[in-house]
């Protein structure tokens, strides 16, 4: 028989049962090391010794079976209350789950050493509580009888041979084993068949059964290419969201429609006392019914519209949703190892502790909890080095012997709240001076001065740690540095409190998925960004009068102390900004000494952005970190703010911060001269964009010509470029409605046209066009040097 390309063999289903059972003795040893009479605990780990058994020797892995059996007859002793899993002894088992959890096949001679100490330990141990007369089994292949029931009659048990399966088989004749295996166990109970068989395929169709139900529940996918679905799911969600302002343009085409229908009742009524030709009065009447039945149409169709709209959006953030649901896994399937190492770490330190943890069901980014393992663990073996005391100083400061350390985890405010706290002695905050003096980062006078929560913050530094002597648990200063750069790297924050004499908390906020973004939206140079709202302190409107220059520097008062003030402008090195009112907009950034006031053109709101990761071909581009889709379909940048400080500091030292003027930047003395661009094709409204802003115009972008119509009367514009073929309104309409409003008919306006045809050239300049640009045919140059003619330069 031929394999399938994707069956896996039946080694491979060993190998996951394999970590799957390990992880079910792991808890249930963890449980019986609480309470070693647990029964529930104890069925639990002999049922996955015994599913492991047969599992194992189905595939021919002897030391899997000879281990699993060592194990199970561990926990029929204890079930049947011959023996008490003392913390020795489950020390001993759990150095079996950790052979368990890595063993495959018998060609590893380490692991049949390791199996073979470890077994030999476990018999020792069961000899020591057998009944008299009673020997340690040693049988590899007990009957079908002991299959069947396998807790009764164990310890008097004859031996069996084991069936001889190859330790690596071929994955044809294993799934034909298992096939024969499922056909022996359909036959019925009075015919003759082979017990062992039997008794094997109960084993393996149990095994297998577990794996393909686990597999049901959950499905191993690559990680770029969920990534990709939620990318098309936010465009998804975005695209939708396009529908309802379009649906409320239409709306505006039914009132004009309606103001039409009015007007032609009118003129009905007016002709109505006249004796009009019986051709032009059919004509008139065959208008009006037209209209009431263009009226009537319309209705329903932008009642369609809704409806579609209602829908679309619905399903569109259903879809988005779901998708970003596969991107979550529960708080508990990044923490499995801890309670073990917990355990492992207080022993070894001789402390008793107990392990609580909370909110293993939170769901979480499967992102950042990857990125979790190495900090939480850093966190929980510092809470019990240096936080929890040994029994005898707890009982002597009249605390229980045993202490608590507890890890909390869940959504509160729109973010991930991870939380590690213990009830030990707190932070020594004078051991921490001198610790601080000692590594000469701050000198005793300094220290003196310094709050609780500054020198709290010296914990974070590389290398710091309050133990003289490096131990192997701590003492190397790599605890919660690490925890910090993980944290930052995510974008999130770490605190931590404590109460001398009654414990230590510290405490992560993370945000919930690193897909999603919670930003705030400014403008700089007419260009939206966002700036993650994590890194964000506060936002500010700060009159001129209020930034002073300090050292050739600008700065203003900010929570009691002095902040640097730059530009946005400066920082992505565009266009300066022009004078504008007696206040600016503001966004601090940063921590300690590295925070600055950043002026930006103007705030735009807070908005949720998907996070869609720039092209790995661009490289690492300085100050931004990814993109995004506004709502209207429009690209966003999103800001690397730790760019930013890094910029704010290369610009410091190299003495190129400009000096502010009346709290912005230096700007031309006139303001920047408008330019509204008008094109429903994305790809050329940024192009043309992006090249009018970078030579310093001001611009301002219309999706089509009823957009840029509307544009041109609410706001004042130096120039006009628009393309022909738009929805709504055409270019060549909207050129005509511009020359004929007296108001704007000096306006000068340019076509930029894909097609170069000559009769959009004559309708164009016939409408009273300025210029016509093809733009099969025109460069950067081009374009600029017809912006230059027309209206000159920006600042001219």
Known sequence: MTDEPRRPSLIDLFREEARTQARVLNDGLLALDRAPRDAAALEACMRAAHSLKGAARIVGVQVGVELAHAMEDCFVAAQEGRALLDPAWVDELLRGVDIVARIGNDEDDSARAAVGACVASLQARMAAVLPHGAVVRQDVAPPAAEVSEPVAGRAAEPPAPAPSVSASPDPDAAFNLLADALRA?????????????????????????????????????RADNLDRLLSLSGESLVESRWLKPFAQSMLRVKRVHRDSTRA??????????????????????????????????????????ESFDRRSTHLSQQLYDAALQCRMRPFGDGTAGLARMVRDVARSLGK?????????????????????????????????DHGIEAPAVRLARGKPEEGTLTLDARHTAGALLITVSDDGAGIDLDALRASIVRKKLASEETVARLSEAELLEFLFLPGFSLRDQVTEVSGRGVGLDAVHDVVKRVRGTVRIAHEPGLGTRVQLQLPLTLSVIRSLLIEVAGEPYAVPLAHVNRTLHVSRAEIELLEGHQHIAFSGRRIGVVTAHQILDTAPPADGGDTVSMIVVGDGAQTYGVVVDRFLGERMLVVQPLDPRLGKIRNITAGALMENGDPVLIADVDDWLRSVERLVAGGDLRRMHNGVAHAAQRAARRVLVVDDSLTVRELERKLLATRGYDVTIAVDGMDGWNAVRGERFDLVITDIDMPRMDG?????????????????????????????????????????????????????????DLIGEAYG
């Open 352 to 384: 008793k502790v107990r392990w609580q943890l909370v909110g293993e069901s939170t769901q979480v980014d499967r992102d950042i909890l990857d990125l979790l393992e190495a900090p939480l663990g850093h966190m929980l073996r510092n809470a019990l």
């Open 264 to 305: 032609l009742d009118q003129l009905h009524e007016t002709l109505a006392d006249l004796k009009l030709d019986p051709r032009a009065q059919a004509a008139l009447e065959e208008v009006r019914r037209l209209t009431a039945e263009s009226q009537h149409l319309l209705a329903e169709r932008l009642a369609d519209l």
């Open 185 to 221: 166990e359909a036959t019925p109970q009075h015919a003759p068949d082979n017990t062992a068989s039997r008794a094997s395929a109960s084993n393996i169709t149990s095994s297998a059964s577990s794996i393909a139900a686990e597999s049901g529940r959950m499905l191993r996918v």
């Open 732 to 788: 060549i309409e909207l050129v005509t409605l511009i020359k004929r409003d007296p108001q704007l008919q000096s306006l000068p306006v340019m076509i930029v046209s894909y097609k170069d045809r000559e009769e959009d050239r004559r309708a164009g300049l016939n409408a009273g066009a300025d210029y016509y640009l093809a733009k099969g045919s025109f460069h950067d140059e081009a374009l600029l040097d017809a912006v230059r």
